[in-house]
């Protein structure tokens, strides 16, 4: 049992030592955080249920856009549209639900010369919420294989597709929100249904919102990426798509020397990337109640590699796993969160969060020098010490 | 340059060879490919060191311990490849790493100024702000030997430098080179290419196996006195020759197929089931490009290919594959294997839909199994069919490569370079395996570079030579002069 451990461990050295790592922060904030009196484990306000639920509610956003990025960082290509993706989705989604006077890009509002907007903005028809899920889930999808064919097929430059899409999305949800926030308020639809799915919790949805119980801390974000990472990790990990995405990512050539279609295969990662990023733009969309398409989902996209990178996927392709992109998320969400529990400004959470992943990746690619260097400092200390004695 | 030894790992690359060159003289060396010719090339450039032996430059003895030595003592290298940057303008080229500065800045001027007479001495007519990409590549290498005399270079080596040239771009570098001569600038001059070096070779220098094999002199240079000296050896014939009464099937017929590298070639041969036919030719004749195109990964210019009668897809390796023609290319590790997957995972990687569940879910012990019967069929030397295939030896990795294939069912298999960097145990396996497959119908198309292995395996030899097929020889005409004298570009003398 116990040799079985350490052979799991040392086959998954990367996800051992952040896993590692995600621990030693959650005790250091469970115990810096303790106050007399509050109502969480520990009297940690880390560990409140209000707290806990909060956390969870992130990773699951997060976990899910990340996933989609990690699958396409594997095939070695990068997915820098993801923020910018959300926001566009999040003003079309609630422009789907809203009537079309109330849309803040209609030409009651809009004082612009440029006529496309205002059409465009009357012509987007209202539907029903459940469609308009279906129609952000299918566009997502429809942005992903897009830039995926221009990777995978016309083998453009992976960096300069979705960097082209990081401006061209963020810059067309502006244009259609004629640069305002646009409301969920502003729907005539009853949403409490959509509002319990998207930002409520698994009790919520299993009880009814009166009942109270350990599963309302659970919430329905956090449902949804467990869900989506197991099928992920058996596509990933255990289906033979999911072993072409690694050879394509290791070796392109080798594998379209095995006869494998390896445009294909990548073109499809970014499709997989481009239908997670819809799932997730939909709760962070009925959570915040509103976007702001300049800033809604801003550095999504850096946040995602960054988790990734966290959890073992190598920018070089043909490394990664679905375990280690939800260790590196989670560590993002945590280190913010510790950030505003210990009451540090605020303004410095990315600081902070940049800092702790370059710790983690020098350590994890230099760490057994770094550690050995430190020994030797001590055994030569304590060797000088005896001497003297 | 005298008594000069230079060992790789495992290979005695140059052992006593001895070469003099004349201020002004154009020497040409020739050989076969594997001779040592651009090991000796790299060692009096700098590249290499030698183990032994001494170079002497006027009479005092040197050494050459890096190419910027190289080039301080007066020698310049015009590699096959081309080393200019096509983003930059011509005089940029010539003075690249050496550029004129004025107040920490680039003097363009005398850049300019140095480097028009330079250009007219080689005849360009040229501006030298012209870009480099929009000149053929025999201007380009042009801009090569004008840089090497920017460095007031009295040897110029040029290393097969009329490989991707034409001909009229071909008869202006000759040109170019008895204009150097006259101007007492020595030239060391390789190429495959006799009729050139009859051309304008003041003497010729041949190595065979790492080993000064004869010279001749101006008068003495003819086509079959150089090749005489090239080949020379004694070959072993091989014990596994083919069973005759085993009757052949029709196997693969390529038809009239023409590549991208040589547009204008069409190739016409077939490879019968049961039979391991040979391809020689030396290197840059076409061949691999013929296999990647037959195999798919490349595009087709024209023409078709049969298997057992039935037309295959140009065009698509997955098409070729499914069909049963194979390729275990050139470059194992580019090419071959991932090498970063374990032998399981690289056996199974083209045959993953017969090792899956309906919902395309892998099933790992079937697919383990799969790769241990093929490492004991292939007997791989390994502890497991986990172990990752970068720790496996050269030999192990090319069985691995065939056992993907040998996993299938091949109808053929293209062997690109078999046994390149294989130490010689290994090496009699790998014919052993191909003999046998041959036994079982298989059709082995063999590519090598190895004249030996050439004339030992096959029951059947085609040359090729610059994208076309010189010619075909059947097992009682084996000879390697009849295979370097087509490969050189001759014609086929039939055997009367």
Redesign the interface.
């Known amino acids: 049992m116990i040799r079985q451990f350490v052979q799991l461990t040392k086959q998954h050295r990367r996800e051992t030592g952040m896993l590692g790592l995600l621990l030693v922060l959650i005790l250091i904030t469970t115990f810096r955080t303790t106050d007399e009196g509050v109502d969480g484990l520990f009297n940690s306000r880390f560990l409140t249920a209000d707290n806990i639920k909060n956390v969870t509610r992130q990773i699951g956003i997060y976990g899910i856009f990340s996933i989609g990025v990690g699958i396409v960082i594997i095939t070695a290509g990068i997915d820098l549209s993801v923020g910018s993706l959300m926001a566009l989705l999040g003003v079309i989604f609630l422009y789907l639900v809203t009537p079309a006077e109330t849309r803040p890009g209609h030409a009651k509002y809009s004082e612009t010369e440029f006529e496309l907007q205002p059409w465009l903005v009357h012509h987007i028809p209202e539907v029903s919420w459940p469609t308009a899920v279906l129609v952000i889930l299918i566009i997502g999808t429809l942005i992903g294989l897009m830039q995926g064919m221009l990777v995978g097929k016309l083998k453009l430059q992976a960096f300069v597709v979705t960097l082209c899409g990081l401006l061209s999305y963020r810059g067309i949800s502006r244009f259609l929100a004629n640069d305002t926030t646009v409301n969920v308020g502003d729907t005539q639809q009853d949403l409490t249904l959509a509002k319990t799915l998207g930002d409520g919790s698994l009790g919520d949805v299993l009880f009814g919102k009166l009942n109270k119980g350990i599963l309302h801390s659970v919430p329905m974000t956090f449902v949804y990426l467990v869900a989506i990472a197991i099928i992920a990790h ?1 596509i990933l990990h ?4 999911g ?2 995405i ?2 394509a990512g ?2 392109e ?9 390896t445009g294909l295969v990548i073109a499809f990662a970014y499709l997989i990337a481009g239908f997670c990023t819809a799932f997730a733009a939909i709760p962070q969309c009925i959570y915040s109640g509103s976007v702001q398409p300049s800033t809604h989902g801003a550095f999504f996209e850096l946040y995602a590699i960054a988790a990734a990178v966290l959890g073992g996927c190598s920018l070089r392709g ?1 490394e990664g796993s679905i375990l280690g992109i939800l260790i590196g998320t989670t560590i993002l969400i945590v280190l913010r969160n510790m950030v505003n529990l210990l009451g540090y400004p605020t303004a410095l959470s990315d600081a902070i969060t940049g800092g702790v992943i370059f710790v983690g990746v020098l350590f994890d690619q230099h760490g057994a020098s770094i550690i050995n260097r430190f020994v030797g400092h001590i055994n030569r200390l304590f060797g000088k010490k005896n001497k003297a004695a | 340059m005298r008594g000069i030894h230079k060992r790789f790992p495992g290979v005695h690359a140059l052992s006593d060879v001895d070469l003099e060159i004349a201020a002004g003289e154009v020497v040409a060396i020739i050989g076969e490919n594997g001779a040592g010719k651009s090991t000796l090339m790299n060692i009096l450039g700098g590249v290499h060191q030698p183990n032994s032996g001494t170079i002497e430059i006027s009479g005092t003895a040197t050494k050459i311990r890096s190419v910027s030595e190289a080039d301080a003592h007066g020698i310049g290298f015009v590699h096959q490849e081309l080393n200019v940057l096509d983003n930059l303008d011509v005089g940029a080229n010539v003075f690249l790493g050496r550029e004129p500065r004025r107040f920490g800045l680039i003097n363009r001027r005398k850049i300019a100024a140095d480097t028009t007479p330079l250009l007219a001495r080689l005849g360009l007519e040229i501006p030298p702000e012209t870009p480099l990409s929009e000149l053929s590549i025999g201007q380009q290498q042009m801009i090569e030997i004008a840089k090497a005399l920017s460095k007031q270079a009295r040897i110029i080596i040029m290393d097969e430098p009329t490989s991707s040239l034409t001909l009229t771009e071909t008869e202006r570098l000759l040109e170019v080179i008895n204009d150097l001569r006259e101007e007492g600038i020595s030239v060391i001059y390789i190429s495959h290419r006799l009729g050139e070096v009859r051309q304008c070779a003041d003497r010729v220098v041949v190595l065979r196996d790492g080993k000064n094999a004869g010279e001749l002199q101006r008068g003495e240079i003819e086509h079959d006195a150089m090749v005489s000296l090239m080949v020379g050896r004694e070959l072993k014939r091989s014990a596994h020759e083919r069973n005759e009464q085993e009757a052949l099937t029709d196997g693969l017929s390529i038809i009239n197929l023409r590549t991208t590298t040589y547009p204008d070639c069409e190739v016409n041969f077939q490879v019968k089931g049961g039979e391991i036919l040979g391809m020689a030719g030396l290197v840059g004749a076409g061949r691999s490009e013929l296999a990647q195109t037959v ?1 798919g ?1 490349d595009p087709a210019m024209g023409g078709s290919i049969t298997l057992e009668g039935l037309p295959i897809q140009l065009g698509s ?2 098409e ?3 069909s049963g023609i194979y ?1 275990a ?1 050139e470059d194992r590790k ?8 374990d032998i399981s ?1 690289n056996i199974s ?2 045959s ?2 017969d090792h ?1 569940s309906r ?4 099933n790992r012990s079937s697919e383990r199994n799969e790769a241990q019967r093929q490492v004991d069929a292939l007997k791989i030397k390994t502890p497991s069919t986990a172990t990752t295939a970068m720790n496996l030896s050269g030999g192990n990795q090319q069985k691995v490569v065939l056992g ?1 294939w040998l996993s299938m069912s091949p109808k053929v298999i293209i062997f690109d370079e078999p046994t390149r960097g294989i130490d010689v145990g290994a090496k009699a396996e790998i014919y052993k395996l191909m003999r046998a497959l041959a036994d079982e119908g298989v059709a082995i198309w063999m590519i090598s570079s190895d004249m030996e292995e050439v004339l030992g395996i096959s029951d059947r030899i085609v040359v090729m030579h610059e994208g076309r097929i010189t010619g075909e020889l059947e097992h009682v005409e084996f000879s390697e002069e009849a295979v370097m004298h087509l490969a050189v570009g001759g014609r086929q003398v039939n055997a009367a």
């Open positions: 058996i255990r289906s033979v798509f072993r072409y690694f050879a290791r070796n050539l080798a594998t379209k020397y095995s006869g494998i279609n043909g | 195999f990964v390796a997955r070729s594959i499914r390729l290319p580019k090419t071959g294997l991932i090498l970063e997957f995972q990687l083209a993953l839909k899956c919902l395309a879910i892998i993907k």
